[in-house]
């Protein structure tokens, strides 16, 4: 079974260019996850869909980001412009309301897109 | 306002030896807790969970103790194996939706 699928893997862009991240997650998983994670730090919430419905997207600095999840499939989040405080590896993960290991709402993430803003 | 701490950032065991990572709560409403592995470049992987049903739950090496009344919970490796050595994050959630991470503590364990 293929994991979570996040590309792409580095991205370097200059402040205020816009930047966008793409995430394919686990066939059949409803729930899509976007993360931040700063350095020394844990992952921390932007934006959780179920199915293609944003049900929670208060952590999301919505004055520069965006992201959509069309067909309930995959997923893109976009920064437009972006700021120096931006660099940070953003992960995607996936859940579904029962794994094979019979306990609800494991997320499995992705390896991630680390961005560099210069 | 970090709600799951790991105060730990780092820890060396040796080889064969015990390992035991920390990692307290805020808010008692959080009713299932989660403990993840992150190699360098990788994504997290899902290690060992537990309800707050339970106060212990174990997976082969792994076991997570849960005591509710200390907010408090830790994850038991025995024995520890080079394999082991990477950054491990609790996670804590009380909705079965939105996860909570702690800051990570870096286990090397030392052959």
């Known amino acids: 079974e293929a994991g979570v699928v996040q590309s792409p893997r580095y991205k370097i862009i200059e402040k205020k260019q816009p930047v966008a991240f793409w995430c394919n997650p686990i066939s059949g998983h409803n729930t899509l996850y976007w993360y931040r994670q700063n350095l020394g730090q844990g992952p921390e919430l932007l934006i959780r869909?179920?199915?293609?419905?944003?049900?929670?997207d208060s952590q999301l600095p919505k004055d520069r980001f965006s992201a959509e999840r069309l067909k309930g499939v995959d997923s893109t989040l976009k920064i437009q412009p972006a700021e120096l405080g931006d660099s940070a590896v953003y992960l995607c993960?996936?859940?579904?309301?029962?794994?094979?290991?019979?306990?609800?709402?494991?997320?499995?993430f992705g390896a991630g897109t680390r961005l560099s803003v210069l | 306002d970090q709600q799951v701490k790991q105060n730990s950032p780092s820890l060396s065991v040796q080889e064969g030896r015990i390992s035991i990572l920390n990692c307290d709560y805020t808010n008692s409403m959080f009713d299932y807790f989660l403990w993840y592995k992150k190699y360098p470049a990788e994504g997290p992987t899902f290690l060992i969970s537990?309800?707050?049903?339970?106060d212990k739950n174990e997976d082969g090496r792994f076991t997570v103790f849960l005591n509710k009344s200390a907010k408090h919970l830790s994850l038991h490796i025995v024995p520890s194996q080079p394999g082991d050595s990477a950054v491990y994050f609790c996670a804590a959630s009380n909705t079965g939706n939105q996860f909570y991470f702690g800051t990570g503590t870096s286990l090397t364990v030392i052959p």
């Open positions: 869909y179920e199915n293609e419905e944003a049900v929670d």
């Open positions: 993960a996936s859940s579904s309301s029962r794994t094979e290991r019979g306990s609800k709402n494991i997320q499995y």
């Open positions: 537990i309800s707050s049903i339970k």
